[in-house]
């Protein structure tokens, strides 16, 4: 079954050749298309099939990528958000991890590199390239870092942390059931009881949130 997918980007060509490129794999389909936020959300909100992983620009007019994503993340957080963008800065890396985007890619990535992403993001939750690890591991140290909301307040069961390990280490729900001896279900409850207890708004807050607070070794 093919993964649907919705692309929002102000340049048309652009747009045309990201297409292109999706429809090149079997296992891809492109569902959507906008020219900016507001056209997106209008889709999405009217459309008979959401997209599982949106491609989204940052630079848009009338409503702009970072904005577009704050409202889809509230309205459907079922969607897997995907920056794809020249604007490769920590400053908008930064941003786009704390609105709970699940990647972040440049507009130079290769076409098996979009394509891979987008399978990884469906099937785990997230893709975080070195580029953006590296941004969360500078973040850690600065002077305003990023902490998921009532850090301090709660503690993760021993169980919880063997999942959230796995999660981190990018391993799937059925991988995680496989190597814990538990039922997927089981694996989805942990994993729905530490969004609720860290204040997270998906698998990619998660991430985050464990290498913050040193719950797992980050390379480097």
Do not use: W
């Amino acid at each position: 079954m093919s993964i649907p997918i919705a692309i929002a980007d102000d340049e048309a060509l652009f747009r045309r050749g990201i297409r292109l490129i999706i429809e090149d794999y079997d296992d891809l389909k492109v569902i959507m298309e906008a020219e900016n936020g507001q056209v997106l959300l209008e889709k999405i909100r009217t459309s008979n099939e959401l997209p599982d992983v949106l491609l989204l620009d940052l630079k848009m007019p009338v409503l702009g990528g970072i904005e577009a994503a704050e409202i889809i993340r509230q309205e459907f957080p079922s969607i897997h958000i995907v920056v794809i963008s020249s604007h490769i800065s920590k400053a908008f890396i930064l941003n786009m991890i704390e609105i709970g985007a699940a990647a972040y890619l440049g507009k130079n990535a290769t076409p098996d590199e979009v394509a891979d992403t987008i399978r990884t993001v469906r099937e785990k939750g997230f893709c975080y390239n070195e580029l953006v690890m590296e941004v969360i591991r500078e973040n850690m140290f600065g002077k305003n870092p990023i902490k998921p909301q009532r850090s301090f307040e709660v503690e993760l069961t021993g169980r919880e942390k063997e999942v959230l390990q796995l999660i981190c280490e990018e391993f799937t729900t059925q991988e995680i059931a496989d190597k814990l001896f538990l039922s997927n279900r089981t694996v989805e409850g942990h994993r729905n009881n530490m969004l609720t207890k860290l204040g997270c708004r998906n698998t990619a807050g998660l991430v985050v949130y464990a290498i913050q607070h040193g719950l797992i070794k980050v390379k480097g």
